[in-house]
């Protein structure tokens, strides 16, 4: 179907299985490219991010990139804490606000997050060449699919039975 080869690794393997092996993938590949610039992958998450924020005016606080990021934010400021120590990142308290601290990058973190971000948009041509390359229908409809997955809220009670077996009782 599509001519989409299936690994036989892989055949019978759950969604759940496949996103996760899927993001583990992203993840050490990300990992490897952005290392020679002294980067983590979540390091580069935080500097395209806020890169990407500076851009648009946005000078966020801590919490406001962990919301965009998905990270947590206690561990934002780890991360943030370690970029200002390499000189990629500055941290200044709020003046409205005591608590929060705002983010940006220096110039040499700009030009750090310039370089990843060019990396990391070539792994991506490569991830996505198998459905056509990142301009292809076939990403926009893959693109569409796991933003519906990311917004579909999660009711994270462990304790439940599964959907079909309550339906077969």
Known sequence: MYGIRMNSAFEGATPGFLVWRLSMKWR??????????????????????????????????????????????????????????????????????????????????????????KVVQGLLEQLLEPLGGLDSTRTGEFTRELTALLDAPLDLLTEREPKHEKEQS
Do not use: C, F, W
Request: zero cysteines; aromatic letters at 4%.
């Open 28 to 117: 050490v590949a990300v990992d490897r490219a952005v290392a020679p610039l002294g980067l983590t992958h979540a390091q580069y998450s935080l500097v395209a991010s806020l890169y990407d924020m500076h851009r648009a005016g946005q000078r966020p606080s801590q919490r406001q990139l962990a919301d965009h990021t998905g990270l947590e934010a206690l561990y934002v400021s780890k991360l943030a804490r370690a970029l200002e120590a390499t000189g990629l990142l500055e941290r200044t308290r709020d003046p409205r606000d005591p608590r929060a601290v705002r983010l940006a990058l220096t110039e040499q973190g700009r030009e750090v997050a310039r370089r990843a971000i």
